[in-house]
């Protein structure tokens, strides 16, 4: 799912709505409805509520290596990302280049 179709979908939900931004023809400003802002609210609330149920069954120190684990989990795979993005562009400039 891109951006647009995200952002359509959560328009859709009553969770965001957008308007059109002045800065550019293409570009929507969202900006979450009482209803977006109130789930937002729930979700963190059970995900503070999951974080505490998951401290008290590991224990403190445990749990705090658990989420440190996840921290560098996700900034290998940012960083992955990162780079196979910028592998991409080197490829379609490449391709460019090469006049394909």
């Given at each position: 799912m891109n951006a647009k179709h995200l952002a359509d979908h959560l328009e859709a939900m009553g969770l965001?709505?957008?308007t059109s931004?002045?800065?550019h023809r293409q570009?929507?400003?969202l900006v979450?409805?009482?209803t977006g802002l109130a789930l937002a609210k729930q979700l963190a609330e059970r995900a503070a509520a999951w974080d505490r149920r998951l401290a008290k069954l590991l224990g403190a120190a445990?749990?705090?290596q658990l989420k440190g684990l996840l921290e560098q989990l996700e900034s290998v795979l940012a960083a992955e990302r990162s780079r196979q993005g910028r592998l991409?562009?080197?490829a379609v400039t490449r391709?460019?280049?090469d006049g394909l």
């Open positions: 965001v709505r957008s931004a002045s800065s570009r929507r400003d979450p409805t009482e445990r749990f705090d991409r562009g080197q391709k460019q280049e």
